[in-house]
């Protein structure tokens, strides 16, 4: 194994960056923990393109602002989307490259990838970022097919940790025994439906909103690690949960073919089959309240190039804090964006 440049277990006092809004990046200069995240994101990057060029997944760039976005104010939503005036037009930072990835299917149909940063405007906390690094793919498939290629990427991704800074991360965390259990393991992460997981639960942590669509809390995320194992997929949430984008189940249009994958704090990835032609994409609009025109684009697409696809969403922030066995998402952003000045400055004393 290859070691990262640390010095001793004193690299992994955390220095908590986020929180010196004045003068954190001035500390990261010299911070060795923002030199162990710095060598951890290189890694993850590089497994995530390698990972797709070996299931022919393309790498494709797509503009960061959007006119549609994949959070509306609409059923299932659990984010705020984030409004620019760029070049003199409104429109939105992507919190999402998944509608671009879909339109991407149909211009390099063996799927398509991307890892940018991503805009919300949820408010920081341990387990969440309003900007972070989403590594997204839309690949050919239905959500048995998603499934596959995440369990590879994800233990690639732990490969290639391991293989580069090892030794480094076994001196500072006592060993890395969670990376080694992913990196080479060969069999799929435990699964289980959605209300297998409610009924594991005894309801603890299930939460119903107010149209009756239950979802689960951190802490039932969490539990249920604890019950069926580090790593588990749950599946077919009610699909009034979810967004208007995630198909309907074939056995019941009350439930959605998605995913989550839990590990780390919870959810690190997102994922789902997506509606394949326009009509299912208007049902699901109608379902959840969303304006049919303001997704005119979207269902048109699917009108003209109707294709069965599947794609997922990984915070690769949470990756890495999993990587870290660390427990607070905001101390691995290399620039926090926490606590910045509402307007300009007299004088800008942060990048």
Same mark, same amino acid.
């Given at each position: 194994?290859?070691?990262?440049?640390m #010095?001793?277990?004193?690299?992994?006092?955390?220095?908590?960056?986020?929180?010196?809004?004045?003068?954190?990046?001035?500390?990261?200069?010299?911070?060795?923990?923002?030199?162990? /995240?710095?060598?951890?994101?290189?890694?993850?990057?590089?497994?995530?393109?390698?990972?797709?060029?070996t299931?022919?997944? *393309?790498?494709? $760039?797509?503009?960061?602002?959007?006119?549609?976005?994949?959070?509306?104010?609409?059923?299932g939503s659990?984010?705020?989307?984030?409004? /620019?005036?760029?070049?003199?037009?409104?429109?939105?930072?992507?919190?999402?490259?998944?509608?671009?990835?879909?339109?991407?299917?149909?211009?390099?149909?063996?799927?398509?990838?991307?890892i940018?940063?991503c805009?919300?405007?949820?408010e920081?906390?341990?387990?969440?970022? +309003?900007?972070?690094?989403?590594?997204?793919a839309? @690949?050919?498939g239905?959500?048995?097919?998603?499934?596959?290629?995440?369990?590879?990427?994800v233990?690639?991704?732990?490969?290639?940790?391991?293989?580069? $800074?090892?030794?480094?991360?076994?001196?500072?965390?006592?060993?890395? #025994?969670?990376?080694?259990?992913?990196?080479?393991?060969?069999?799929?992460?435990?699964?289980?439906?959605?209300?297998?997981? &409610?009924?594991?639960?005894?309801?603890?942590?299930?939460?119903?909103?107010?149209?009756?669509?239950?979802?689960l809390?951190?802490?039932?995320? =969490? =539990?249920?690690?604890?019950?069926? +194992?580090?790593?588990?997929? &749950?599946? $077919?949430?009610?699909?009034?949960?979810?967004?208007?984008?995630?198909?309907?189940?074939?056995?019941?249009?009350?439930?959605?073919?998605?995913?989550d994958?839990?590990?780390? @704090?919870?959810? /690190?990835?997102?994922?789902g089959?997506? $509606?394949?032609?326009?009509d299912q994409v208007?049902?699901?609009?109608?379902?959840?309240?969303?304006?049919?025109?303001?997704?005119?684009?979207?269902?048109?697409?699917?009108?003209? #190039?109707?294709?069965?696809?599947?794609?997922?969403?990984?915070?690769?922030?949470?990756?890495?804090?999993?990587?870290?066995?660390?427990?607070? @998402?905001?101390?691995?952003?290399?620039?926090? *964006? @926490?606590?910045?000045?509402?307007?300009w400055?007299?004088?800008?004393?942060?990048?």
């Amino acid at each position: 194994m290859k070691t990262a440049a640390m #010095a001793s277990p004193r690299s992994l006092d955390v220095p908590r960056l986020w929180a010196d809004a004045d003068g954190g990046f001035q500390r990261s200069l010299t911070s060795p923990w923002a030199r162990l /995240v710095a060598d951890l994101q290189d890694s993850a990057v590089r497994a995530t393109y390698n990972y797709a060029h070996t299931r022919s997944v *393309r790498a494709l $760039h797509f503009p960061i602002t959007t006119r549609t976005v994949t959070c509306p104010t609409g059923l299932g939503s659990d984010s705020v989307p984030v409004p /620019v005036k760029v070049n003199g037009v409104h429109t939105y930072l992507a919190d999402s490259m998944q509608f671009m990835l879909e339109y991407g299917c149909r211009i390099s149909p063996q799927g398509c990838h991307n890892i940018l940063p991503c805009f919300r405007g949820d408010e920081p906390d341990k387990t969440h970022l +309003g900007q972070f690094v989403h590594s997204e793919a839309e @690949i050919p498939g239905d959500l048995d097919d998603l499934v596959d290629y995440v369990n590879g990427y994800v233990r690639a991704m732990a490969s290639q940790v391991l293989d580069d $800074h090892g030794e480094t991360l076994g001196r500072l965390l006592g060993d890395v #025994a969670h990376l080694e259990k992913v990196a080479t393991g060969d069999q799929p992460f435990e699964r289980l439906r959605f209300e297998e997981a &409610v009924s594991l639960l005894k309801g603890e942590g299930v939460v119903v909103s107010p149209d009756g669509a239950r979802s689960l809390n951190r802490a039932a995320e =969490r =539990r249920l690690m604890d019950i069926v +194992g580090e790593f588990v997929w &749950v599946t $077919h949430f009610d699909h009034l949960s979810v967004p208007f984008y995630q198909a309907f189940s074939a056995e019941d249009e009350r439930v959605a073919e998605n995913a989550d994958l839990y590990f780390g @704090i919870g959810e /690190v990835v997102g994922s789902g089959h997506r $509606h394949t032609t326009g009509d299912q994409v208007r049902a699901g609009l109608a379902l959840h309240k969303v304006p049919e025109h303001e997704y005119a684009w979207y269902a048109q697409m699917k009108d003209e #190039a109707p294709m069965t696809t599947s794609g997922f969403g990984l915070g690769l922030e949470r990756f890495l804090l999993w990587a870290l066995r660390h427990d607070d @998402i905001r101390d691995i952003p290399l620039v926090s *964006r @926490i606590g910045e000045e509402a307007d300009w400055p007299a004088s800008v004393g942060r990048p």
